[in-house]
């Protein structure tokens, strides 16, 4: 009885993994775009004029989830000054190789189309908030 347990538990606890992993979106705030593919990117970012952040994340990735609700406090802080666009990396294996991203999360900013960064780790609350305000 025990042994079938544990069994539904790792199955359980393997189900929610997986099913968050091909989840579609990243934040749910409506100011927090999540980009579907290349021709979407270049729509949402490298067409547009103004200062772009782009997160590359994985939905398994510990530290991407612990800045997940940062992301939308983001977008309404910078609403006005920079856009923020979520790039799966599971998806998305086009723009991470292009974009040369080896570990998540990783922010690159972009005005006019054009990097103006590298891509940046960043692993808590006050550098990505200096991040933004670097960049804003």
């Given at each position: 009885?025990?042994?079938?347990?544990?069994?539904?538990?790792?199955?359980?606890?393997?189900?929610?993994?997986?099913?968050g992993c091909f989840s579609s979106g990243y934040s749910t705030s409506?100011?927090?775009?999540?980009?579907?593919?290349?021709?979407?990117?270049?729509?949402?970012?490298?067409?547009?004029?103004?200062?772009?952040?782009?997160?590359?994340?994985?939905?398994?990735?510990?530290?991407?989830r612990e800045i997940k609700p940062l992301i939308g406090e983001l977008?309404?802080?910078?609403?006005?000054?920079?856009?923020?666009?979520?790039?799966?990396?599971?998806?998305?294996?086009?723009?991470?190789?292009?974009?040369?991203?080896?570990?998540?999360?990783?922010?690159?900013?972009?005005?006019?189309?054009?990097?103006?960064?590298?891509?940046?780790?960043?692993?808590?609350?006050?550098?990505?908030?200096?991040?933004?305000?670097?960049?804003?």
């Open positions: 009885m025990q042994k079938t347990v544990k069994i539904m538990s790792v199955i359980t606890i393997c189900s929610l993994f997986f099913a409506k100011l927090v775009k999540e980009i579907k593919n290349s021709e979407h990117f270049k729509k949402e970012v490298v067409e547009y004029s103004e200062t772009v952040a782009v997160m590359f994340y994985t939905v398994a990735c510990v530290t991407c977008g309404e802080k910078w609403q006005n000054k920079i856009k923020i666009v979520t790039v799966n990396c599971r998806t998305n294996t086009d723009l991470v190789m292009e974009y040369e991203i080896h570990a998540v999360p990783r922010f690159i900013f972009f005005k006019n189309g054009e990097k103006l960064t590298e891509p940046l780790s960043v692993k808590d609350e006050d550098a990505l908030f200096a991040l933004f305000e670097e960049h804003s």
